[in-house]
T-cell receptor, first 114, second 115 residues
């Protein structure tokens, strides 16, 4: 069975600070990895994804994530956060191939203070 | 505009009553999903369907039922057997073979409160 662990439940940062949110997954095979974001009052939306190839992937709004296979990790980073990044961030995983079940982590609430 | 429509947005139910949440998509996606979102617990998968007339249990299927008679529709029934049904329910779909493949598109959600 696949699972996702997000280490930080609530993060508070000042504007311009750097961000790194941890995500580890458990699954025995090849995976697709995702970060989704839920801004206040908005739908959940995709931030970035990794399917294969370059393990450093870039998403919207200056976010990036690095897949480290040996560590089963897919940490999310942003060099300088803005107040508008205040949101809840979810890491997710599914098995490669077809329309598989997608498992989410418990989420990290990010609060950016102006 | 293509997307997922969930209704109702808010729903109140008395204990012991079944309630059905609607989810309709016009994205021509093959797969559809139901999640439950609770504070501090993230999204937990209830059921998902890869094709019409077929569906699989997710991690927390007990007390819920679904049907998939049409490609665009995937209603969720919260039965009286669900012990803690008050939650925010999210429907999602996935489809396509190219850039959008394997990416979930979410609806706005339905908030169910049991009185």
């Amino acid at each position: 069975a696949q699972s996702v662990s997000q280490h930080n439940h609530h993060v508070i940062l000042s504007e311009a600070a750097s961000l790194e949110l941890g995500c580890n997954y458990s699954y025995g095979g090849t995976v697709n990895l995702f970060w989704y974001v839920q801004y206040p009052g908005q739908h959940l939306q995709l931030l970035l994804k990794y399917f294969s190839g370059d393990p450093l992937v870039k998403g919207i709004k200056g976010f990036e994530a690095e897949f480290i296979k040996s560590k089963f990790s897919f940490n999310l980073r942003k060099p300088s956060v803005q107040w508008s990044d205040t949101a809840e961030y979810f890491c997710a995983v599914n098995a490669h191939g077809g329309y598989q079940k997608v498992t989410f982590g418990t989420g990290t609430k990010l609060q950016v203070i102006p | 505009d293509g997307g997922i429509t969930q209704s109702p947005k808010y729903l109140f139910r008395k204990e012991g009553q079944n309630v059905t949440l609607s989810c309709e998509q016009n994205l021509n996606h093959d797969a559809m999903y139901w999640y439950r979102q609770d504070p501090g617990q993230g999204l937990r998968l209830i059921y998902y369907s890869q094709i019409v007339n077929d569906f699989q249990k997710g991690d927390i299927a007990e007390g819920y039922s679904v049907s998939r008679e049409k490609k665009e529709s995937f209603p969720l029934t919260v039965t009286s057997a669900q012990k803690n049904p008050t939650a925010f329910y999210l429907c999602a779909s996935m489809g396509g073979m190219f850039s959008g493949a394997n990416v979930l598109t979410f609806g706005a959600g339905s908030r169910l409160t049991v009185l």
